[in-house]
């Protein structure tokens, strides 16, 4: 158990839709960065927060947009869906940015 | 600007042969560099890294990794394959506070 929790486990809706993941990082970590993995793309960084400030962007598109709030727990905001969509999200955390990061279970996103 | 070269997208072993998975970067100044190992349907657990210090790290499960600053490597190796070391593993590097570079993952297969 990597200490970061991320729900749902899994989620599946429709095209057009709108929807949330939620990720609460370690105790203590100040950074949380999110992820995408599906089979054609691989492991994608989408965004990096640290102490509720964005710090670094990777290939996320405009459709997406993330927050991390006071409490440190952030949420990926994931809109207008497509099929191309459907991945593992993946949030992750770690203590200043420069050091490890600890992973969470993953979100399954599916879009049908 | 960094970036991470994992060569071989698979790789196959008999049960106790040695593991040797590739990775090289580039980047400007010293990075941190890290392998993460991921197990079907898990999230990402780190394996070992290397910041500072000595360039031999030694990492969970028996393996290790060797920074190499004149040939730009980071690779992991293994003495002795087991079976349960089947899984995708990560090469990634850190610059400064800048975000993190993952490779593109090599699928690790043991066979019996």
């Known amino acids: 158990d990597s200490g970061v929790t991320q729900t749902p486990k899994h989620l599946i809706t429709a095209t057009g839709q709108r929807v949330t993941l939620r990720c609460s990082p370690r105790?203590?970590?100040?950074?949380v960065y999110w992820y995408q993995q599906s089979l054609d793309q691989g492991l994608q960084f989408l965004i990096q927060?640290?102490?509720?400030?964005?710090?670094a962007k990777g290939n996320i598109l405009e459709r997406f947009s993330a927050q991390q709030f006071p409490d440190l727990h952030s949420e990926l905001n994931l809109s207008s869906l497509e099929l191309g969509d459907s991945a593992l999200y993946f949030c992750?955390?770690?203590?200043?940015?420069?050091?490890?990061?600890?992973f969470g279970p993953g979100t399954r996103l599916t879009v049908t | 600007a960094q970036s991470v070269t994992q060569l071989g997208s698979h790789v196959s072993v008999s049960e106790g042969a040695l593991v040797l998975l590739r990775c090289n970067y580039s980047s400007s100044v010293p990075p941190y560099l890290f392998w993460y190992v991921q197990y079907p349907n898990q999230g990402l657990q780190l394996l070992l890294k290397y910041t500072t210090g000595a360039t031999l790290v030694k990492g969970i499960n028996g393996f290790e990794a060797e920074f190499k600053k004149s040939e730009t490597s980071f690779h992991l190796t293994k003495p002795s394959a087991h079976m349960s070391d089947a899984a995708e593993y990560f090469c990634a590097v850190i610059l400064g506070y800048q975000k993190v570079t993952f490779g593109t993952g090599t699928k690790l297969q043991v066979i019996p």
């Open positions: 927060y640290y102490n509720g400030e964005e710090r």
């Open positions: 992750a955390s770690s203590g200043d940015g420069t050091d490890e990061q600890y």
């Open positions: 105790s203590g970590d100040l950074s």
